[in-house]
Each structure stands twice: as structure tokens, then as C-alpha cells.
């Protein structure tokens, strides 16, 4: 089904199978967990209280280190030692640039066409700083934590757009009341040190979750954030897309003719845009 509203970029082919199949067993919705990790993981660590407190905060440290490296720990230096405006931009900074989505921000693909290459870069520039003054306005560091990893969420989907999946989806991680409990969440109910591996502690509130007799079944090892190199896992460039393989792209002027190798994940979103376009061409006829 053509959705009228924009490109559905969730709907990818993995995502339309699943969708697909889901149906066939009778799913009438689908639950979407974004905004999950993000609102209950741990971020700063909570100021130690007494002996036990600080083994804690030490091991809490030792964990954000070990899973976001030494700029999470001096944000976190940041947000203790300081509390003036200065202090919190220096840590909405450091906050946003170590979000789950920041990695997707620092370079738009080379291959779209030059004019449009200027407006997503001057675009998502102004993005971030709107992003970064707002993270640095919030003065309690685990509301700005949270937010600085929320960001990329736009909320519920539009309706028209939910209308066209195959089956409807919800995120309800991302209703506006649960969100509101979810900000206020202080840090020691965020993280849990007695259990066993250091991603499993930062996302103590996921594990809860999680029934106590199944929690033996979760990984001992944190899932890796980037595939192994391997067949079919790393982009070759020689065996990449081309521009050539979205010529209503092309045709629209948002790829520059004559284009390189288009990474994978950019070729998902296009192979969308792509279907989307030829849907808007078969509803003007």
C-alpha cells in the first residue's frame, strides 16, 4: 500500500517480511521498543552515599567507561564539578556526540546531488545545535542523558503512515506518560552492580523486565554495536549499489548522476524512497 504522507523509512525489506509474516499468524499490532534502552539505561552515576556507595559509583564508572569510553566519564565529571551554563554545554556536548544515533550525522552520502548535499549538511548542523542547547538547558544530568539518546525518536508515528503497514505498530515506550515517569527515574534505580556482566548493570530496568527464571538466557557478552567484517556484514565497495539502481532518484535530482558506490544503509533508505516515488507516479496517473 502506497503511503500518501512520506516515505515510511522503518519499512524496509526485512522489516515489510516480518510485517508480512506477522499478519499471516494473526498479529493485529505490533509493539515497538523505541525509546526503550534509551529512556532506562544508566547514565550518570548517582553521588555515593557511605562505604557501599562508592563501590557502586566505581563500578558504575568503570562500566560507562568500558561501554561509551572516557568522554561518558567526563560528562559525567562534568555534570558533579560543575553546574553552571558553561559546565552543562560541555556536557550536552559530550552527550550528544556519544548518542546512539551520532555515528549517522557526521558525513551526509556523498552521492546525493550537490545542492542537496549543502541543505542536509547545513541542516542536520543546525539540528545538533538546537539538540545541544537543549540537552544543556536541562540542569539534572540523568533527564539530559536521557534526552540526548531520545532525540532521534519523533514520536508516534502519523496516522497516515501508521494506516500503511501491513499491521499497525506502537511504540509505547514512547507514551508521553510513560516517558514523563521515565525522566524522572533517579540513577540508582537505572543501575543494579550485582549483576553479572557490566551491559546487563547499565540496563538494569530492562532486565526487570525480563522474567527471573528466563534471565539465565540473556548474552554474558553486550551485543556488538557494528557486524563483523565478513561476507555479506561489510560494505565492498566493488560489489556496492550505484546510483544507477534508483533512477526516479536520479530523475528527481536528489542523487548526483554519475555517482560512486552507495553504502548499504543508505541504499536501504533509498530502495523506499525509491518504491515511495514510483507510488506517487502511479497515483498522479
Given at each position: ?79 558533579v564539578l560543575g553546574r553552571g551554563p558553561r559546565a552543562r554545554r560541555l556536557r550536552a ?92 527515574l533517579p540513577p540508582n534505580a537505572r543501575y543494579d552492580a550485582s549483576l553479572p556482566a ?88
Open positions: 500500500m502506497w503511503n500518501p504522507v512520506a516515505p515510511d523509512l522503518a519499512r524496509t525489506a526485512l522489516v515489510r517480511a516480518a510485517e508480512v509474516r506477522a499478519a499471516r499468524l494473526g498479529a493485529t499490532l505490533i509493539l515497538i521498543a523505541d525509546g526503550c534502552e534509551e529512556l532506562l539505561q544508566a547514565g550518570p552515576v548517582a553521588v555515593p552515599s557511605g562505604l557501599a556507595g562508592l563501590t557502586a559509583v566505581r563500578r558504575g564508572l568503570a562500566d560507562r567507561w568500558r561501554g561509551e569510553g572516557a568522554a561518558a566519564v567526563l560528562a559525567d565529571a562534568a555534570a556536548r559530550l552527550q550528544v556526540a556519544l548518542a546512539p544515533f551520532a555515528d549517522a550525522l557526521t558525513e551526509a552520502p556523498r552521492v546525493l546531488a550537490p545542492e542537496r548535499l549543502a541543505r542536509v549538511e547545513t541542516w542536520t548542523a543546525a539540528w545538533i545545535s538546537r539538540l545541544v542547547e537543549r540537552v544543556a538547558g536541562e540542569r539534572d544530568p540523568v533527564r539530559a542523558y536521557a534526552l540526548a539518546r531520545m532525540a532521534r525518536f519523533a514520536g508516534p508515528l502519523p496516522a497516515a503512515v501508521a494506516a500503511a503497514a501491513a499491521v499497525p505498530r506502537r511504540s509505547p515506550f514512547l507514551d508521553p506518560a510513560f516517558t514523563a515517569w521515565a525522566l524522572r557490566s551491559h546487563l548493570r547499565r540496563a538494569a530496568l530492562v532486565v526487570s523486565l525480563v522474567p527471573r527464571t528466563a534471565r539465565g538466557a540473556l548474552p554474558s557478552t553486550p551485543v556488538p554495536l557494528k557486524p563483523a567484517p565478513g561476507p555479506g556484514t561489510a560494505w565492498e565497495p566493488e560489489r556496492g549499489f550505484g546510483v544507477g539502481a534508483f533512477p526516479l532518484c536520479l530523475d528527481h535530482g536528489i542523487l548526483a548522476p554519475g555517482g560512486g558506490p552507495v553504502e548499504p544503509l543508505v541504499a536501504a533508505r533509498l530502495a523506499v524512497l525509491e518504491g515511495w516515488l514510483a507510488g506517487a507516479g502511479r497515483v498522479s496517473r
